[in-house]
């Protein structure tokens, strides 16, 4: 039997579904959003319905502690994000906590001279998973200006580093760019960077 003989023709849409901004290579590659998922976000919003993983990636978010960790100029600009111009109790950051065991977010702010070196790692090791780590500054990076054999080349070679900001210093609002960005990496689903480099955490 013909297809036109069983189908009423008037109801089918001769319209591509990629016109109707349907994407379906968005589900592998998060690069920009489809109709059909802006639909069904907005959805979420109006019904409360969400997944197990955006709840958790979502709360961690929003309790992100950062451990009490300076060790040099930079750890003076990393110190006025919690002033009243700043305030990162915005976002849930309500304070640095004294304890790694409390926290989850380390802030290297600063060069790591190699006597540091080993007590940074200890702090980072007592810290519970998911934990992230934010290298700011120049010196945190790649050792900035001090190419010199007392300064580790780069804090990324003792942990994984999950954000880099630059500067020298970076000011406030940069590092809490930074914080920002790594926010947004948590809610994509992005993994913390030890287990992207598949190091011992
Ligand atoms: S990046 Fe600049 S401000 Fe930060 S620790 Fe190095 S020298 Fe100091």
Redo the contacts with the bound molecule.
């Keep these: 039997m013909a297809l036109d003989e069983t189908v009423d023709q008037t109801r089918v849409s001769q319209r591509p579904l990629a016109k109707a901004g349907l994407q379906s290579e968005r589900l592998l590659w998060p690069a920009k959003k489809g109709v059909f998922e802006e639909e069904v976000e907005s959805m979420e919003d109006a019904l409360g319905l969400t997944t197990l993983e955006k709840a958790v990636a979502w709360a961690q978010t929003r309790s992100m502690w950062p451990a009490t960790f300076g ?4 750890a003076i ?1 990393m110190m006025s994000i919690v002033s009243s111009r700043y305030d990162i109790a915005r976002f849930g950051m309500e304070r640095f906590s004294s304890s790694p065991r409390q926290a989850d977010l380390m802030i290297v ?3 790591v001279a190699h006597k540091m070196a080993a007590p940074l790692r200890q702090v980072y090791d007592q810290m519970l998973e998911p934990k992230w780590v934010i290298a ?5 990076s790649s050792g ?3 190419n010199n054999y007392t300064i580790l080349q780069g804090v990324d070679k003792i942990v994984p580093v999950d954000i880099h900001v630059p ?4 000011r406030p609002e940069a590092l809490m760019e930074g914080i920002v960005r790594l926010h947004e990496k948590v809610l994509a689903g992005v993994p913390p960077a030890y287990q992207i480099r598949g190091v011992a955490s």
């Design positions: 060790l040099a100029c930079c600009e702010s600063g060069r700011m500054g120049a010196c945190a900035g200006m001090f500067g020298c210093p970076p």
